[in-house]
């Protein structure tokens, strides 16, 4: 069952107090510290996806977690994808099809939900929760309702982390979980959560999310740099051979190793009269360690691939045509824009709804939310052609190119610029 068809389906009101909270088990907030990341290897990664793929989606979403704390470079990719939307700004429209408002039941509805949005706390930082969705496959706020005489109003939202859900035995559904180790949890009222889930593929919710593509760049970037931490230990400092006297004595070959070991670290040592340390150079030693280095970086371009769908405009290019990076800054625009409808349609059906249905009856029609996306232009080009179509003849209005170039008209007496 869709989750709109739930809507029509549920009570018609919210439940009074915060529903996520109440039960009788204590559910974790904050981090207990340990995470299936620690261990992480290939075949336990195969194994955690695999389970995730069964229905048991607790030790995949902690990996994911446990992704985004460790891999600054994923982090700020992700970050980047949210933050493209977000700026964007967003506004109430009508609805798509709209008949005669002889009563201005559509103005009443939007202006309530304006009202209602406006009084939210931190309501963009809510949004951007929702779009914790990108890489986990799903987020939930919870509303918490506020009541009048006359009205109900979300005094605000509540982020909920994702191991407080779990997949209902059938596995089409996300449920809220009320015990300690309930295995499919409970169904929830519409009304009081807002679900977003996000599809990066086909498939059942714990394969949806952009952070399964990530799982194996990320394993390959851990062991990459433990191993590059541990080339750089052994070989990072000069090989240090003693050579001591004949007929050193113990104390003098103890005093010898010393010193080896002290060279490397403090850059001084103190050596038994006779003796001497010498600095030979091998091809192991000189190494760069450049194999890891670049393993490290083939997963980044993975990263980037999977989460902006380019790789030629992230702030990391290592060459590449100007042409080809505009062609990939149009597929990043996509992504943004196909998040924008997703998120429009969540929070039309999830919030709007519910705040219209409740304060103006089931007739009311509901606003849409919109977000305002907009293609970027390239105003190099568009000056070329501006200039090409007016040396062939064509009158091109001043005002037209003024406001397209965000270039003000010039005041009597101002100097202007001449070719």
Avoid at 159 to 164: D, F, G
Avoid at 181 to 209: C, K, W
Avoid at 307 to 314: A, E, F, V
Avoid at 379 to 405: C, D, N, Q
Wanted: net charge neutral; glycine share 8%; aromatic share 8%.
């Amino acid at each position: 069952m869709t989750l709109l068809a739930k809507l029509k389906r549920a009570s018609k009101r919210p439940d009074n107090s915060p529903a996520a909270p109440a039960h009788d088990f204590v559910r974790p907030v904050k981090s207990s510290g340990s995470s299936v990341a620690d261990a992480l290897s290939p075949q336990r990664l195969v194994a955690l996806l695999r389970s995730a793929d069964q229905g048991n989606m607790a030790d995949q979403l902690d990996l994911f977690q446990a992704m985004e704390d460790r891999d600054p470079k994923l982090d700020g990719f992700m970050r980047q994808r949210k933050l493209g939307l977000l700026a964007c700004g967003w506004e109430l429209s009508l609805p798509q099809r709209t008949q005669r408002d002889t009563e201005g039941q559509i103005g009443r509805s939007i202006a309530l939900c304006r009202e209602v949005l406006d009084a939210i706390p931190a309501l963009n930082d809510r949004l951007f929760d929702l779009l914790d969705a990108l890489g986990k496959g799903f987020a939930a706020l919870e509303i918490i309702w506020g009541t009048s005489a006359s009205q109900w109003r979300p005094t605000r939202l509540e982020y909920r982390p994702q191991s407080w859900f779990c997949l209902s035995e059938a596995g089409d559904e996300i449920h809220l979980k009320t015990e300690a180790e309930q295995v499919y949890g409970e169904e929830f009222n519409p009304l009081n959560f807002i679900l977003h889930r996000h599809r990066a593929r086909s498939g059942f919710d714990p394969r949806t999310g952009i952070y399964r593509s990530c799982a194996r760049p990320f394993v390959i970037r851990n062991y990459g740099w433990k191993d590059w931490l541990a080339f750089a230990e052994v070989f990072g400092m000069p090989l240090r051979v003693g050579k001591l006297r004949q007929g050193a004595t113990e104390d003098e070959k103890n005093l010898m190793w010393r010193a080896l070991q002290a060279i490397g670290v403090d850059a001084a040592a103190l050596i038994p009269e006779g003796s001497e340390i010498e600095f030979p150079t091998s091809g192991a030693t000189a190494a760069s360690g450049a194999v890891f280095k670049d393993l490290i970086s083939q997963a980044e371009d993975d990263y980037v691939i999977a989460i902006l769908g380019q790789r030629l405009t992230t702030g990391g290019e290592r060459g590449g045509s100007y042409a080809l990076g505009k062609v990939h800054e149009s597929v990043r625009f996509d992504l943004v824009k196909a998040d924008a409808e997703r998120l429009a349609e969540t929070l039309t059906n999830q919030l709007l709804a519910p705040i219209v249905r409740l304060n103006l009856g089931d007739a009311a029609p509901v606003p849409r939310w919109h977000w305002m996306v907009e293609a970027p232009e390239d105003l190099g080009a568009l000056a070329t052609t501006v200039k090409t179509l007016g040396e062939a003849g064509l009158a091109i209005p001043a005002g037209w190119a003024r406001s397209k170039f965000g270039i003000p008209a010039p005041q009597q007496g101002e100097e202007v610029l001449k070719t």
